[in-house]
DNA sequence: TCTGCGTGCGCG
DNA sequence: AAAGCGCGCACGCAGA
C-alpha cells in the first residue's frame, strides 16, 4: 500500500463514520419531532395554515410582552420625522419570526422551495413545502407563495430573520415584495456584542442556551444534510430542521430584545437605527449601478497604450529588459536562492561521483570474474552511462540558473533593485514614511523624491496609476456583471458602523433565465441546485472608485443612471469635525467650535489665521489657489483636525507641515495652540479615554458600542509595569529614559503594552465620531428609503460613509426635489451646530452640476 | 494548486 | 523601543 492508498482508505472510513452518524441524527430527528410542529405539503391545507397566523397575530394584540416590544418598534425619532412630512410607517401589530430554504446562497439568482414561520402565542410552527427535489408530494410553489405575499408586504407585521438581508433577497428573487422585516436576530447579537467569534444562529443558542432559556437539538445545517441542498432531502427532515430554526430564532430574538432594553443605550442603537436597515441596505445592493460599457472600453483602449509608452520610457532609460540588466537583477535579488542551489548542485554532484564509483566498482568486479553476460554486469554498465550522461553544471553563482525571466513593473523587488541597486539612489524611505523599520520602500511617496533627482523614473508614477486603474477597474468591471446587466456591490458593516462594500462570488449568469413559472419551477430548482457553489467573481468595492486623478473621474463617470434619469447625491460636509463641535459643547461645554459652525464660519480659516498666526484672508483655500500664499493654511488645519481626531502624533503632522512649505517651529507652535484654542477638544479625548478604562468599551451618540476586549487587561498590566519603573502616565517624557529600569523581557512587553492600548486608545476616540457620523447617515437614509425610494421609486444605489446618492426620473427633478434631498441631509438628525451638505446633479456619476447651474424648465445643465 | 500574508494603494 | 481611524483588492511570495 502506497501512503496515498492509506490515506485515501483513512478517508473512506471518516465518511463511512460521518454517513453513519449522520443517519443517526436524522432517524432522531424524525424519531423525536415535537407535535406542535406541522409540515404542509398540500395547497388544501394552506388555508388553515394562514388562518393560524392570523389567529397568532390576533392573540399577540392584548399581550403584554408583544404590546410593550411593539412600542420599541413603533416610537422612534425617524418615524416621527417621517410622520410629519406625511410618510407613515404603519405601527407595528404583530412579531413572528421567519425562515427560507433554497437552492443555494447566491442572493440575486437561488430562489426559495420552503419557509417556516414559529408563532409564539399559539407555540406551534409551520414548514410549507413546494421546491423539494425528491418527488415527494407538495404544495405548488404559487400557492405556497401566494399564501404568505399579503403578509409579507404589510410593513405593519414585523417579520424576524436570523441574517435577514439573505431572506429578504431570496423572497425579491421570488418575486414577493417584502416590508416589516425589521428584526434580525443576526444583527441584534453584533448589537448586543461586536466580539462574538461567530454569529450563527445554532452555535449562538448553544453558547447562550442557559441565558436564552433554549432546548432542543443542537443539530446544525451540515450535521443532517452535509453540504448539499435542503431541497435534495426529504420533505418531513427538512421541515422538522427547519421548524427548530424558526423556534430557536424565536428565543433568541425575544432574549435579544429583552437585552437590549435591559443594557445602557443599545434599545436606541437598535430600534432607532438598525430595525430599519435590512430592507435599505438589501434595496441598495440589488438597484446597483448601470454601467457604460463603451465609454470603459474606450477609456481602456486609451488608457492602455499610455501604460505601454511609460514602461516603454523606463525600458528606453535603463534597458530592464536587456537580458544581461535581468541577469545581474536575479543574481542580486535571489543571492541567497542562489547560494542555496549551489549547495544542493554539488551535493548532486558529490552524489553522482559517488554512484559512478560504485558502478564502476561493480563493473571491475564483474569482469573480473569473468561475469560480464550477468545482468547485473549490463545494468551496471547501463547505469554508468545514465550517470555519465548527466550533465551537471558546476555549482558556482555563474552556473546557477535564471529565477527571474522577465522585468515586471508591478513586482516591488524588482522596482527596489532597479533604483537602489542599479541606479544607486540613496535610499530616503525613513525620511519619508513614518514606519522606522522601513526600508528601500517603493511607494509613491518615496519614487516622487527620486524623480527630482532621476527625471527617468518619472513615467514608474504613470505605470503604477494606470496598471491600478485598468487591472482594479476598467478591465474588471465588464466581467463582474450580475444577472441584470448592472455592477452591484456587497455591503457589511465594520466595527465602527460605517458600510464596507465589497465584490462577491455568484452564480453564473446565464444558469437561469426567463420567468418562473409553477410549470418549468422544479426544472429551475434542479439546475440550480446542480449547479453547486457560486464561483463567478462579480460586482466590487463601490467605495473606493478612483476620484482624485483625471483618469480616476473618467472611471466614475462610466456609472450612469438609468435611461431617463438623472443622479442626486449629496454629501454631508465635515460631519466628524461637527459632531466632535457638537460633543464638545453638550458634554464638556465648550461652545467655540460649535458657534464657529452657527455662524456660519469656516472653522478651519478661522482657527488657520490663529493657529498659524497668519492673515485671516491668506487662509482661504481660494488664496492659496491663486497664490497669494504658497502654503495651503486650510488644508494643513483641516489636517490637523484630523490628526488629533485619529491621535497622530506632532512629530507626524510637523512633518507634513513642513512638507508643504510651514517652518519647523510655525508647525510645532501651531499644534500646540491647538489645545488653547480649543481646550474642549483634550477634555473630550481624555473622558473617552477614561470610559474605555473603566468599561473596555465606548459609544456612539446613538449608543452604537465598539469593545475593545483587551484593553482593560493590557491597561492594568501597563499601569503595574510603569508603576515598577517609576513612570507617573503615558505622558511622562522621561518615558523612555525610565523604561530603561525595567529587565530585558519587561521593557519589551512595556513598549508592546504602550503599542495596544495606545492603538485601541485611539480606536475608541475615533469609534465614537466615525460612528456617530455613520449613525448619521444612516439615518439619512432610512428618510430616503421611506420618503424617496418607496415614496417617489427613485433608485438607490449608493452609500459613501458621508455621501448618498440615487436616481431620479428627469421629469421628477425639480428645485422642490432638490431642496428635499438636501432637507433630508441636513434636517434629519439635529446636532448642536447645523449640518451642512453638498447637493449635486449628476449626469454621469462625478459629472457634479450644482442645482443653480441647473435649467429645472429645459432639464438639462444650463448653457454656459 | 490553494491559501495566508505582506506591501502598496484606491476611497471616506 | 510608540505615537493615523475605518475599509477592500491586486500582486507576489512562501508554505502546505
Not at 88 to 93: E, F, L, Y
Not at 434 to 463: F, I, M, Q, T
Request: proline letters at 4%.
Amino acid at each position: 500500500m502506497t501512503k496515498a492508498d492509506v490515506i485515501a482508505a483513512g478517508e473512506r472510513l471518516t465518511a463511512e463514520r460521518k454517513r453513519a452518524e449522520r443517519a443517526e441524527r436524522i432517524a432522531e430527528t424524525l424519531r423525536t419531532k415535537p407535535a406542535n410542529f406541522h409540515i404542509v405539503t398540500d395547497d388544501a391545507e394552506l388555508p388553515a395554515f394562514v388562518e393560524r397566523v392570523r389567529e397568532e397575530c390576533r392573540l399577540q394584540k392584548d399581550d403584554v410582552w408583544f404590546t410593550r416590544t411593539f412600542a420599541l418598534f413603533n416610537n422612534t425619532l425617524i418615524k416621527r420625522k417621517l410622520a410629519e412630512r406625511g410618510i407613515t410607517i404603519p405601527d407595528a401589530q404583530s412579531l413572528t419570526v421567519w425562515d427560507t430554504e433554497t437552492s443555494g446562497v447566491d442572493k440575486m439568482i437561488d430562489l426559495t422551495g420552503g419557509y417556516s414561520v414559529w408563532l409564539p402565542l399559539l407555540d406551534e410552527g409551520y414548514y410549507v413545502a413546494y421546491g423539494h427535489l425528491t418527488g415527494e408530494k407538495q404544495c405548488t410553489r404559487s400557492a405556497a407563495l401566494g399564501a404568505i405575499a399579503k403578509f409579507m408586504s404589510l410593513a405593519s407585521q414585523i417579520k424576524s430573520f436570523h441574517n435577514a438581508p439573505f431572506d429578504l433577497a431570496m423572497m425579491l428573487n421570488d418575486g414577493l415584495s417584502p416590508q416589516g422585516i425589521r428584526f434580525d436576530s443576526l444583527e441584534g447579537m453584533r448589537t448586543l456584542n461586536d466580539n462574538e467569534p461567530t454569529y450563527g444562529l445554532k452555535p449562538l443558542i448553544t453558547k447562550y442556551k442557559t441565558a436564552i432559556g433554549a432546548t432542543g437539538p443542537d443539530f446544525t445545517f451540515e450535521d443532517l444534510f452535509a453540504k448539499e441542498s435542503p431541497m435534495l432531502h426529504p420533505i418531513e427532515l427538512v421541515g422538522i430542521y427547519a421548524i427548530w430554526d424558526v423556534l430557536k430564532g424565536w428565543w433568541l430574538t425575544k432574549w435579544e430584545i429583552d437585552t437590549l432594553v435591559a443594557t445602557d443605550k443599545l434599545a436606541t442603537a437598535y430600534f432607532e437605527i438598525a430595525q430599519y436597515l435590512t430592507e435599505v441596505n438589501v434595496n441598495i445592493e440589488r438597484t446597483g449601478f448601470v454601467i457604460d460599457l463603451d465609454e470603459l472600453k474606450a477609456l481602456g483602449d486609451e488608457l492602455r497604450p499610455k501604460l505601454e509608452q511609460a514602461q516603454a520610457d523606463v525600458i528606453a532609460a535603463y534597458g530592464v529588459t536587456d537580458p544581461e540588466f535581468i541577469r545581474k537583477m536575479d543574481r542580486t535579488i535571489n543571492a541567497a536562492k542562489i547560494t542555496e542551489w549551489c549547495e544542493k548542485q554539488a551535493k548532486r554532484i558529490a552524489k553522482n561521483a559517488e554512484a559512478r564509483t560504485k558502478q564502476r566498482a561493480s563493473i571491475t568486479e564483474c569482469e573480473a570474474a569473468g561475469k560480464t553476460t550477468l545482468k547485473k554486469y549490463t545494468n551496471a554498465v547501463a547505469r554508468l552511462a545514465e550517470l555519465e550522461a548527466e550533465e551537471l553544471a558546476p555549482p558556482d553563482v555563474e552556473h546557477a540558473p535564471l529565477f527571474i525571466e522577465s522585468f515586471s513593473f508591478t513586482t516591488d523587488n524588482h522596482l527596489r533593485y532597479l533604483i537602489y541597486d542599479h541606479l544607486g539612489i540613496t535610499d530616503r524611505t525613513k525620511q519619508i514614511v513614518k514606519d522606522k523599520n522601513k526600508s528601500r520602500a517603493v511607494s509613491k511617496e518615496v519614487l516622487e523624491r527620486y524623480y527630482e533627482e532621476e527625471e527617468a523614473l518619472a513615467p514608474l508614477a504613470n505605470v503604477s496609476a494606470y496598471e491600478k486603474l485598468l487591472g482594479t477597474y476598467i478591465d474588471k468591471i465588464p466581467n463582474a456583471l450580475d444577472v441584470d446587466g448592472r455592477l452591484h456591490t456587497q455591503l457589511d458593516t465594520v466595527s465602527t458602523g460605517r458600510y464596507s462594500s465589497k465584490g462577491y462570488k455568484g452564480k453564473p449568469n446565464d444558469i437561469r433565465s426567463g420567468e418562473v413559472t409553477d410549470a418549468n419551477y422544479l426544472a429551475t430548482m434542479r439546475k440550480l441546485v446542480d449547479c453547486g457553489e457560486k464561483s463567478v467573481p462579480k460586482g466590487t468595492n463601490l467605495q473606493n472608485i478612483p476620484a482624485r486623478s483625471k483618469e480616476g473621474e473618467r472611471v466614475r463617470m462610466t456609472f450612469v443612471p438609468p435611461p431617463g434619469s438623472v443622479f442626486l447625491g449629496s454629501d454631508l460636509s465635515s460631519i466628524e469635525p461637527r459632531l466632535q463641535a457638537h460633543k464638545m459643547a453638550t458634554v464638556f461645554g465648550d461652545e467655540i467650535f460649535a458657534e464657529m459652525y452657527r455662524k456660519g464660519l469656516d472653522p478651519y480659516v478661522e482657527f488657520a489665521a490663529t493657529m498659524f498666526e497668519v492673515d485671516r484672508e491668506l487662509c482661504f483655500e481660494k488664496a492659496y489657489k491663486a497664490g497669494l500664499t504658497s502654503i495651503p493654511f486650510r488644508k494643513l488645519t483641516k489636517d490637523m483636525f484630523l490628526a488629533k481626531g485619529y491621535g497622530q502624533a506632532q512629530e507626524q503632522f510637523v512633518k507634513t507641515a513642513v512638507k508643504r512649505g510651514v517652518t519647523e517651529d510655525q508647525a510645532k507652535r501651531a499644534y500646540a495652540s491647538f489645545d488653547e484654542i480649543l481646550p474642549g477638544f483634550t477634555t473630550m479625548v481624555n473622558a473617552s479615554f477614561a470610559h474605555l478604562r473603566e468599561h473596555g468599551w465606548t459609544a456612539t451618540l446613538w449608543g452604537q458600542k465598539r469593545r475593545f476586549p483587551e484593553y482593560r487587561k493590557n491597561w492594568r498590566r501597563l499601569c503595574e509595569i510603569m508603576k515598577r519603573a517609576g513612570i507617573r502616565d503615558k505622558n511622562d517624557p522621561d518615558l523612555s529614559k525610565k523604561s530603561y529600569k525595567l529587565s530585558p523581557d519587561l521593557r519589551t512587553e512595556f513598549w508592546q503594552l504602550i503599542r495596544l492600548t495606545g492603538r485601541d486608545e485611539r480606536a475608541a476616540f475615533n469609534h465614537e465620531i466615525q460612528g456617530s457620523g455613520a449613525n448619521v447617515l444612516k439615518l439619512c437614509m432610512i428618510r430616503s428609503y421611506y420618503e424617496l425610494t418607496l415614496g417617489r421609486g427613485w433608485e438607490f444605489p449608493l452609500t459613501l460613509h458621508d455621501e448618498q446618492k440615487h436616481a431620479v426620473p428627469i421629469a421628477e427633478l425639480t428645485e422642490e426635489a432638490v431642496a428635499l434631498y438636501t432637507d433630508i441631509m441636513t434636517n434629519t438628525v439635529t446636532l448642536a451646530c447645523p449640518l451642512e451638505c453638498d447637493t449635486v446633479i449628476e449626469p454621469k456619476w462625478m459629472q457634479e452640476i450644482r442645482a443653480a447651474e441647473w435649467d429645472f424648465t429645459n432639464r438639462r445643465p444650463k448653457a454656459a
